[in-house]
């Protein structure tokens, strides 16, 4: 299992590595990728 794939910030290498796992080059096509970066109910950052 990759934890991180491609460029960008760490959360963006992270949906990279999920989208990956699931067969999709694209993470916005992904749940699992969309979940990380917090669009589909999954981990969000909260601003300060």
Excluded: V, Y
């Excluded at 991180?4 to 067969?23: C, D, I, L, M, V």
């Excluded at 749940?31 to 981990?43: R, T």
């Amino acid at each position: 299992m990759a934890d991180k794939k491609g460029k960008g910030s760490s959360t963006a290498q992270k949906a990279n590595a999920k989208a990956a796992e699931e067969g999709k080059k694209n993470p916005r096509k992904s749940s699992a990728a969309q979940a990380e970066l917090g669009k589909k109910g999954g981990k969000t950052q909260k601003k300060s």
